[in-house]
Each structure stands twice: as C-alpha cells, then as structure tokens.
C-alpha cells in the first residue's frame, strides 16, 4: 500500500520546505547580526522592542531546529532506501499512513512514540 515513489516525494518535498526555511532564516540571522533592520515579512515593530540579543537567540533556536528536522528527513530518505522507512524502530509495526502524512520523518508508530517520550 504504501508505495516508496511517494514517499521520496513526500521528504523530498519536506526537505526543500526545511532548506528555504533555513535560507530566510540565515539570511534573518545575519540581518540581525549586522545590526540592520530589513526584515521583510515577519517585522514585528513593538516599540519597547524585542532586545537584539533575543532576536538572535530566537533565530538560532530555529535553525537549529530545522537543521533537526533536516536531519531527520534525510534519515527518512535512507530508509527509503532500505526499504526500513514506514516501519516503527522499535516495535517493528508498520506505522499508520496518517501518521506519515503528518510526519514524513516519523521513525515510531504512535504507541511506541506515546511510550518513548523524547
Ligand atoms: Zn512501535
């Protein structure tokens, strides 16, 4: 049932969403670093102003998440590969369709990730 063709596009897709992500971000990060202030879509001017040591902890923050997420999407491509992607790590089950849909780089069924909090 679930055929690997779509699966590769389904990461892949998810990969280049990561990627533009990290770009704006990097390109955010720098701005802040540079002390400009050109920041194009998500421009929050509050008066008392957000402090540039937080700006810059917060995009750090989210670069690395999405550099996590990347990650873990190109573990998802691997899987792929080898033909071990869909399948829970720990239980061996096969991990729900819905799931992957929402979680292209899922590596546990649902229990298992209820019972192994990360
Ligand atoms: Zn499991």
Redesign the pocket.
């Known amino acids: 049932m679930s055929d690997s063709g779509s699966a590769v596009a389904r990461v892949r897709a998810e990969i280049s969403e990561v990627e533009r992500r990290m770009r704006s971000l990097n390109a955010r990060f720098d701005a802040i670093v540079a002390g400009s202030e050109f920041t194009t879509d998500d421009d929050e001017h509050d008066p008392e102003g957000s402090t540039i040591a937080f700006e810059r902890a917060q995009a750090v923050g989210l670069l690395a998440d999405a550099r996590r997420e990347l990650d873990d999407l190109t573990a998802a491509l691997t899987r792929i590969d080898n033909g071990a992607y869909g399948i ?6 096969q ?1 729900a369709a819905e799931r992957l849909d929402a979680l292209p780089a899922a590596t ?2 649902i ?3 209820v019972r192994v909090d990360r």
């Open positions: 829970c790590t720990i239980c061996g089950a991990i546990r069924c229990e298992c990730s």
